[in-house]
C-alpha cells in the first residue's frame, strides 16, 4: 500500500502538557491536533499505547491489546460527571519537562476508582449496551487481561510465573476461584479499558476530521510478564512452569557494543502457523481499528530474529533463526485486506528482510542522523531514498537532532555541514528541510526537532531503563513552534494538500 506525500510529527502522548503528572487524552492532545493543522501537517505518530510495565516503557507491556490507562484524561471525566471537578483538583501536580510517573499513577488510581464506582453506580441503559458491546467486541483478549492484571495486583505485581502454580498455568477450578474473588477488581479493569478506548477513538475522530492520519507502533514481541503470554503460552518459547527458555534481542550494533537483551520470550511460529496466525491477525485487526497505519517495531525479525537463551546477562551470544517471513505478512492481508504498515528496517538488513519488506510495498524507515558517517553511498543520504519510504531526522529511540549534532564526531560534523551547505547553526531545521524536499512519500520528525530542543529533552536511551519516557513539553514550547517556517517548507517541498484519513 502506497502512502501520499505528507508530513506529521513523531510524539507520544504522554509527553503532553497536562495537570496530573503526564501527558493523557485531555484537551492539550486536541490542541497539539491543532497544530498540526495549523501547519499544513497530515501525521501524527505515536508510540505503543498498551499499558507500560517495568520502567514506563512503552515496548513493554502488560498486554499487546489493552491500552493505557494512565492516559485516560480526568478533565473527560469531570465532564461525564464520573468525579467532580474538586476531586479532579486533588491529583493536580506542577506542570514541568519531565512526568512523575509515580505520584500520577497514585493520583489517577484513586480517580479513576471514583469514576468507575460511579459509572457502575449510575451506568444508563445506553452506558450498558456500549459496554456490553465493548465487551462482546474484546472479548478475545479482555476477559483474560481484567483477570490477570486483578491476580497481578494480588500477587504484589510479580511476575505471573511465581504465582500459586494452578494460577499461572489456569487450572480452571483455581481460574474460576480467583475471577470470583476479584470480581470487582475485574469490573474495574473492564471499565477502564472501556473508558480508555472511549477516549482514544474520541481523539482519533478528532484527528481524523482534522485531516490527520495518526500512525500507530507494534512492537513485534511481547512481555513476559503479560497477559498474552500467561492466557497464551502454548505460542511462546516458556516452559510448562512459565519460565522464559528463549529470549529476544539484537546483537551488537550501533546502539550498544554488547547487543540489546530485551529478554522478551520468543514465538513458537510452527505452533502459531498451525493456528493459522490467529493471534496475530487479531493483534492487526485492533491496530487497524486503532490506528490509519501501523509502524512495526523490529521488522527483521519476521524475516530472522536473534534468539538468546535466557541464562545469559547480555545478548552477545545467539543464533539467528528464520521468521514466519512471508506467509505471515499473506495470511493478515487475506484477512484484513491492505496493510498499511511502515517496516521499522533500521540497522543491517539482509536480502531477505528487504525482500519481505519489498514484495508487500511496505515503505522503510530512513534516519538523516545516520546519514554522515561514510561515504557517498550511505542509504541514510537523500539521494539514495526510493520514493516508498519515510524520512525521519530521528527516531524516539535517537537523540535530538542538536543533541546528535553536538556530540558527534567531527568527521560526521563536516559531512552534515558539508551536505547541507551550512554552518550547523540550525542544523535541525537543515536535516527538516532535506528530509521534506527528498522524494520520500512521507517526511516525519520528532516534535523536539521543530522546537529546537537538546539533549536534555530526548525521549529514550536504547540498552537502558532509568530515566527514559519522561520528557514532556509545556504549553508554551508548542505555542513557540515556527508555524510559518514549516508550512513554508510544507508548501516549498508539495506535501500539502492531501486527503490524510484512509
Known amino acids: 500500500?502506497?502512502?501520499?506525500?505528507?508530513?506529521?510529527?513523531?510524539?507520544?502522548?504522554?509527553?503532553?502538557?497536562?495537570?496530573?503528572?503526564?501527558?493523557?487524552?485531555?484537551?492539550?492532545?486536541?490542541?497539539?491536533?491543532?497544530?498540526?493543522?495549523?501547519?499544513?501537517?497530515?501525521?501524527?505518530?505515536?508510540?505503543?499505547?498498551?499499558?507500560?510495565?517495568?520502567?514506563?516503557?512503552?515496548?513493554?507491556?502488560?498486554?499487546?491489546?489493552?491500552?493505557?490507562?494512565?492516559?485516560?484524561?480526568?478533565?473527560?471525566?469531570?465532564?461525564?460527571?464520573?468525579?467532580?471537578?474538586?476531586?479532579?483538583?486533588?491529583?493536580?501536580?506542577?506542570?514541568?519537562?519531565?512526568?512523575?510517573?509515580?505520584?500520577?499513577?497514585?493520583?489517577?488510581?484513586?480517580?479513576?476508582?471514583?469514576?468507575?464506582?460511579?459509572?457502575?453506580?449510575t451506568k444508563s441503559p445506553e452506558d450498558e449496551e456500549k459496554l456490553s458491546q465493548f465487551k462482546k467486541a474484546n472479548a478475545e483478549w479482555l476477559p483474560d487481561y481484567c483477570l490477570f492484571m486483578a491476580c497481578s495486583k494480588a500477587n504484589n505485581r510479580e511476575p505471573w510465573n511465581l504465582w500459586e502454580p494452578g494460577l499461572a498455568q489456569r487450572k480452571s477450578s483455581v481460574i474460576k476461584k480467583f475471577a470470583k474473588k476479584y470480581q470487582d477488581e475485574i469490573e474495574y479493569q473492564t471499565w477502564l479499558q472501556f473508558e480508555f478506548f472511549n477516549q482514544w477513538y474520541d481523539l482519533k475522530d478528532y484527528a481524523n476530521s482534522k485531516n490527520i492520519r495518526v500512525v500507530g507502533d507494534i512492537p513485534i514481541f511481547v512481555d513476559h510478564n503479560s497477559a498474552d503470554v500467561w492466557a497464551n503460552p502454548k505460542y511462546f518459547e516458556v516452559d510448562k512452569q512459565g519460565n522464559r527458555q528463549l529470549v529476544a534481542g539484537v546483537p551488537p550494533d550501533y546502539?550498544?557494543?554488547?547487543?540489546?537483551?530485551?529478554?522478551?520470550?520468543?514465538?513458537?511460529?510452527?505452533?502459531?502457523?498451525?493456528?493459522?496466525?490467529?493471534?496475530?491477525?487479531?493483534?492487526?485487526?485492533?491496530?487497524?481499528?486503532?490506528?490509519?497505519?501501523?509502524?512495526?517495531?523490529?521488522?527483521?525479525?519476521?524475516?530472522?530474529?536473534?534468539?538468546?537463551?535466557?541464562?545469559?546477562?547480555?545478548?552477545?551470544?545467539?543464533?539467528?533463526?528464520?521468521?514466519?517471513?512471508?506467509?505471515?505478512?499473506?495470511?493478515?492481508?487475506?484477512?484484513?485486506?491492505?496493510?498499511?504498515?511502515?517496516?521499522?528496517?533500521?540497522?543491517?538488513?539482509?536480502?531477505?528482510?528487504?525482500?519481505?519488506?519489498?514484495?508487500?510495498?511496505?515503505?522503510?524507515?530512513?534516519?538523516?542522523?545516520?546519514?554522515?558517517?561514510?561515504?557517498?553511498?550511505?542509504?541514510?543520504?537523500?539521494?539514495?531514498?526510493?520514493?516508498?519510504?519515510?524520512?525521519?531526522?530521528?527516531?524516539h529511540d535517537n537523540d535530538t537532532t542538536i543533541g546528535w549534532y553536538h556530540s558527534a564526531p567531527e568527521f560526521e560534523k563536516h559531512q552534515a555541514r558539508e551536505y547541507t551547505r551550512s554552518d550547523g547553526a540550525e542544523i535541525q531545521w537543515e536535516l527538516i528541510r532535506y528530509g521534506m524536499m527528498s522524494v520520500a512519500d512521507q517526511a516525519i520528525f520528532p516534535l523536539q526537532d521543530f522546537m529546537n530542543l537538546d539533549a536534555g529533552h530526548r525521549m529514550n536511551i536504547p540498552g537502558t531503563v532509568q530515566n527514559n519516557w519522561e520528557w514532556r513539553f509545556t504549553h508554551q514550547m508548542l505555542e513557540n513552534v515556527y508555524r510559518e517556517r514549516i508550512k513554508y517548507l510544507i508548501k516549498l517541498s508539495n506535501r500539502v494538500g492531501v486527503t490524510a484519513h484512509s
Open 255 to 395: 546502539f550498544s557494543e554488547t547487543g540489546q537483551l530485551w529478554g522478551n520470550p520468543l514465538y513458537k511460529w510452527d505452533v502459531l502457523e498451525k493456528d493459522e496466525y490467529s493471534w496475530w491477525v487479531d493483534r492487526f485487526k485492533q491496530m487497524f481499528d486503532l490506528f490509519d497505519a501501523i509502524r512495526v517495531d523490529h521488522f527483521r525479525g519476521f524475516d530472522e530474529y536473534w534468539a538468546v537463551s535466557a541464562k545469559e546477562k547480555t545478548a552477545q551470544k545467539g543464533d539467528w533463526k528464520k521468521g514466519p517471513g512471508h506467509k505471515l505478512f499473506h495470511t493478515i492481508r487475506e484477512k484484513l485486506g491492505d496493510l498499511p504498515i511502515i517496516a521499522e528496517d533500521l540497522g543491517v538488513m539482509t536480502p531477505g528482510v528487504e525482500k519481505l519488506r519489498d514484495d508487500f510495498q511496505f515503505p522503510g524507515m530512513r534516519i538523516l542522523q545516520f546519514a554522515f558517517g561514510s561515504g557517498e553511498e550511505n542509504s541514510y543520504l537523500p539521494h539514495n531514498f526510493n520514493q516508498n519510504c519515510v524520512v525521519y531526522t530521528g527516531t
Open 1 to 121: 500500500m502506497r502512502f501520499p506525500r505528507s508530513t506529521g510529527t513523531l510524539v507520544h502522548p504522554t509527553s503532553f502538557p497536562s495537570q496530573y503528572g503526564m501527558g493523557d487524552f485531555g484537551h492539550e492532545a486536541k490542541k497539539f491536533i491543532d497544530f498540526l493543522q495549523e501547519t499544513d501537517q497530515t501525521i501524527w505518530q505515536v508510540l505503543p499505547l498498551t499499558p507500560t510495565g517495568y520502567g514506563n516503557s512503552p515496548y513493554a507491556s502488560y498486554s499487546a491489546f489493552a491500552g493505557n490507562h494512565y492516559l485516560i484524561s480526568p478533565d473527560i471525566l469531570v465532564e461525564k460527571e464520573l468525579i467532580s471537578r474538586a476531586e479532579a483538583g486533588k491529583a493536580i501536580l506542577p506542570q514541568t519537562t519531565t512526568a512523575d510517573y509515580d505520584q500520577a499513577f497514585l493520583n489517577k488510581d484513586r480517580l479513576f476508582k471514583l469514576a468507575s464506582e460511579k459509572f457502575y453506580e
